[in-house]
């Protein structure tokens, strides 16, 4: 890779979520999430790992602050916990939570952080889901309501206004595979969620115009890059498929306005999508100043026979239900290493491939790279130090293919690296890190990793080296 430079105006940044790091489970009034919910069910997460404590974010913000500061990072992506500042998901906001966001939000303006607040990160209200979660109508307009009371707090503070954190995970791992919270295997269900979690994302979206016509509003989506096993007329369609499930059915609504029409043929026997009502479509178009992308890995299909051994290589996790409601033809091939502690392989080119597909299908939209990273077994070396080389050639690689796309005219504004913090990996627990920082769980203490040098020289240059 030759070296590459990146303009000032470029935003470096880090991003978490509260439920990964906050802890305070039951601090100041916070309520329940279905992720309390789960982490605390006997064999949800790994080890039995909940995020009841975390990496402590809730008492050591402002040294967290701090670190951001001293990386030398000009913006920092966090996530609202809805249960922490609307306990129970509708009526009552608690003043206490809605304080923590506000101490938050100013000690970044203090430090000179833009602030990135992420509005739904997956801790639904425990409530909500009870009385029927994402796959209701009436979760979209609790969403609606806690995002008129989050905006009307902290809006216009808050640079960024990210509707939802990758829709994706909470429909179909949350009600497709039943690996997140809240551990349901119901199809319809899943596509039920995707569509109101859209109608969140639109009537969220119109309470920040509304309310901050001078904020700037995203939603952050992982996008997947979806290759064929072979040129041949089934694989081809199997990445057809797997695209309108993974890409479109988000990017559809949102940018465009309308579900596509072959995911609803492709899906027909699932569900009749009867829960998409006349106007909703436009509600949920409304127009966004940045598009926020995850990219992690990189996905090979190919069409299931129905009689050949599957691999199902989809990299979520153990499940006898798939993610891919409607797509039991499909199947999910292993990919070449290196893989991250994830098992995730590593696909810089195909990074490049998808900010260059969002410039081709959404030409003039901006785009905002929300996270990128890595998790990778991390050890503290004799020296005291963390030297987690693969983490930073991860890095580098990743940022390069972000420099690519540019140099190809796409425009991505900034970059934030996933995460500032180890922290909690949802099914996963505290066994796999993907801090550039390294929280250790007994202590809490924070100790720079090598690849947090490395940022910061980055954040501070601009220049890639390598
Ligand atoms: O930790 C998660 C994050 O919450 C959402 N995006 C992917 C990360 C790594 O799995």
Not at 137 to 162: K, M, N, P
Not at 330 to 345: E, H, I, K, R, S
């Amino acid at each position: 890779m030759t070296a590459r430079n990146f303009p000032e105006s470029f935003v470096w940044g880090s991003a978490t979520a509260a439920y990964q790091i906050e802890g305070a489970a039951t601090e100041d009034g916070r309520g329940r999430s279905i992720w309390d919910t789960y982490s605390h069910t006997p064999g949800r997460t790994l080890n039995g790992d909940t995020g009841d404590v975390a990496a402590d974010h809730y008492h050591r913000w402002p040294q967290d602050l701090d670190h951001i500061a001293g990386l030398g990072l000009s913006a920092y992506r966090f996530s609202i916990s809805w249960p922490r500042v609307q306990p129970g998901g509708s009526g009552r906001f608690n003043p206490a939570g809605l304080d923590f966001y506000a101490r938050l939000v100013d000690g970044l303006l203090e430090r000179g952080i833009r602030p990135v607040a992420t509005m739904y990160h997956w801790d639904l209200p425990q409530e909500l889901e009870d009385a029927g979660g994402w796959p209701a109508r009436d979760t979209a307009l609790r969403f609606e309501e806690y995002a008129s009371g989050i905006v009307g707090a902290l809006g216009d503070r808050v640079h960024t206004w990210t509707t939802l954190n990758e829709p994706w995970c909470s429909a179909y791992l949350g009600y497709g595979s039943g690996v997140h919270a809240p551990g349901r295997t119901e199809p319809a269900a899943a596509l039920a969620a995707v569509h109101h979690l859209n109608l969140a994302h639109g009537l969220a979206g119109r309470v920040v115009r509304e309310l901050v016509p001078s904020a700037e509003l995203s939603v952050t989506l992982n996008l997947h890059v979806v290759r064929g096993a072979s040129g041949s007329d089934a694989d081809r369609d199997a990445v057809r498929r797997i695209d309108a499930l993974a890409n479109r059915a988000f990017l559809g609504p949102m940018l465009d306005g309308a579900y596509p029409a072959d995911l609803l043929a492709d899906t027909a026997a699932v569900t009749d999508w009867s829960f998409v009502r006349s106007g909703d479509e436009k509600l949920i178009a409304v127009p966004l100043d940045v598009l926020g992308v995850n990219y992690y890995s990189s996905t090979l299909v190919r069409a299931w026979d129905g009689h050949s051994a599957r691999s199902d290589a989809d990299g979520h996790g153990a499940s006898t239900h798939s993610p891919w409601v409607g797509a039991e033809d499909v199947d999910f091939l292993p990919q070449p290493g290196p893989y991250t502690a994830m098992g995730w392989n590593i696909d810089p080119p195909a990074f490049t491939e998808l900010l260059l597909r969002l410039r081709h299908d959404y030409p003039g939209q901006p785009l905002m790279i929300t996270e990128n990273g890595a998790a990778f077994d991390d050890v503290v070396a004799a020296d005291g130090r963390v030297h987690d080389d693969r983490r930073i050639d991860y890095l580098r690689r990743h940022i390069g293919a972000v420099a690519d796309a540019r140099a190809q005219g796409v425009d991505v504004r900034g970059y934030f690296v996933w995460s500032l913090l180890d922290n909690f990996e949802w099914g996963y627990g505290y066994d796999r890190r993907f801090g550039i920082i390294r929280v250790d769980y007994d202590t809490q203490e924070r100790l720079w990793k090598d690849s947090a040098h490395w940022y910061h020289r980055l954040a501070h240059t601009g220049h890639l080296d390598g």
